[in-house]
């Protein structure tokens, strides 16, 4: 008799979701064929533009969400934050973990 291994209770349609401020929380579409699509995107772009964040972040969280955050006006730190969380969130990482690897990506 085979053995079944069970991941059912692993397998879940529930979204992350990004958390900016009081008010501010944004669902992450972290599908596979919305992530296929994310990189096939980013392939094709400059990843020194600074356009590609928006163009990111109207991918996997909607054009109302990166509409509302464009219109915040926030520091090029804080969308730094914004993408190391929305990378945590699509690989199932901690915020932290996802943090320290880009920090030390980014010194090398």
């Known amino acids: 008799m085979s053995k079944i291994i069970d991941i059912s209770a692993k397998l879940t349609n529930e979204r992350p979701k990004l958390k900016l ?20 995107k980013m392939m094709n772009e400059n990843l020194n533009d600074l356009n590609v964040i928006d163009n990111m972040i109207n991918i996997v969280l909607g054009e109302d969400a990166a509409r509302e955050i464009n219109d915040m006006n926030l520091p090029v730190v804080a969308y730094q934050s914004i993408m190391i969380a929305i990378m ?10 996802a943090e320290a690897r880009f920090r030390k990506e980014t010194i090398l």
Do not use: S
Not at 22 to 37: A, F, S, T
């Open 21 to 40: 401020a009081e008010g501010k929380v944004y669902e992450i579409d972290d599908r596979k064929n919305n992530i296929i699509l994310l990189n096939q």
């Open 88 to 97: 945590a969130a699509i690989t199932g990482e901690d915020y932290e973990v």
